[in-house]
């Protein structure tokens, strides 16, 4: 193992230790989520929310795609360690119930295109 994939496991170590960002990313990995989604299943900030993105997309874990006003995100199947971390994510339970929380939300939720 070469120290460039010791360091990026480390960093997604980091990511995986919230468990915020644990669901996300599950979410994402089957689904493509807009950041409203995540505001409303958390009750949380958009602020925060978009911190956490932004932490994702730093080490090209999600991509975004853009649909007429929305911006939607999901896991990043070119990425350098994409077989690494989709292991770990189909290792947790279904998560489809926060999907519950956000139907009818204004912008829907889409399945990821590559499932």
């Not at 493509?32 to 949380?44: G, Y």
């Not at 070119?78 to 339970?93: A, F, M, T």
Request: proline residues 2%; hydrophobic residues 35%; neutral net charge.
């Amino acid at each position: 193992m070469n120290l460039d994939k010791v360091n990026y496991l480390r960093e997604i170590s980091k990511i995986l230790s919230d468990e915020k960002r644990i669901i996300m990313l599950k979410l994402m990995s089957e689904n493509m989520m807009c950041t409203c989604h995540f505001v409303e299943i958390f009750d949380s900030s958009q602020p925060l929310i978009s911190q956490n993105i932004k932490k994702m997309k730093e080490l090209d874990i999600i991509v975004e795609e853009n649909s007429a006003q929305w911006t939607y995100y999901k896991i990043n199947n070119k990425s350098k360690y994409y077989d690494i971390l989709i292991n770990i994510l189909k290792e947790l339970p279904d998560m489809s119930e926060y999907l519950e929380i956000v139907k009818g939300n204004r912008c829907e939720v889409k399945r990821n295109k590559e499932i």
